[in-house]
């Protein structure tokens, strides 16, 4: 055995053993496969890409706004009132909407006089509509929310679909993707949430 290692040791100067070829392209499948894993894991655990498409939720976010969606903050933490989530429609999978969260679980929520009322009290501190509502909707009466369910509108309540509409309704726990994080495009809009 000494006399082999002693011949493989003592190559000619700028010569190295050759690899086969099937070891380096082993050794690249595994990296790929490495790093799609992780790739999958930070989707599906941790954040996402969101791109906003519509005017629901202007004047923060407009239309073609690109987010980062994190997931991480609920597993440690219910989410909290004024949070902007993104959330799955529940009769249409795969369709996403993003809103701020107005009532939380436990809630009795109502729209009155353009404006929103949490257990018969006015939400004095909603800053973030840009304008009175025109319409209730089916908030015009007060809507209890179940233990896993959050009301949401749009920023634009004038021109948001929302939790105010039968489509959207109340919106479960189970539903909601992500807190938005960060907005990255376009450039000159960056932004923490």
């Given amino acids: ?3 082999i290692n002693e011949n493989l040791n003592n190559l000619p ?3 190295e053993e050759k690899r086969p070829f099937w070891k380096d392209l082993l050794e690249m499948a595994l990296y790929l496969l490495i790093a799609a894993g992780i ?3 930070i989707i599906k655990f941790i954040a996402v890409r969101s791109i906003v498409d519509g005017g629901s939720m202007n004047p923060l976010l407009s239309d073609g706004d690109n987010l980062i969606v994190q997931k991480v903050s609920y597993y440690f933490h219910e989410p909290e009132r004024f949070d902007i989530i993104v959330f799955e429609l529940k009769n249409e999978p795969g369709t996403h909407y993003i809103k701020r969260i107005v009532g939380l679980p436990g809630e009795r929520v109502r ?3 353009g404006m929103v009322f949490i257990n018969g009290e006015p939400l004095t501190d909603d800053v973030y509509g840009n304008a009175p509502m025109e319409k209730a909707y089916r908030a015009g009466e007060e809507i209890l929310l179940g233990e896993d369910e959050y009301f949401v509108l749009g920023d634009n ?4 679909q929302d939790s105010r509409t039968v489509y959207v309704g109340n919106v479960e726990k189970k539903q909601i ?3 938005a ?3 990255f495009w376009p450039f ?3 932004r923490f949430f």
Avoid at 157 to 160: F, H
């Fill in 1 to 3: 055995m000494e006399n």
């Fill in 13 to 15: 100067d700028g010569q």
């Fill in 39 to 41: 790739c999958f894991l």
């Fill in 111 to 113: 729209v009155a006089d």
């Fill in 157 to 160: 309540r004038n021109r948001s």
């Fill in 177 to 179: 993707l992500g807190k």
């Fill in 181 to 183: 994080w960060l907005r």
């Fill in 188 to 190: 000159s809009g960056i």
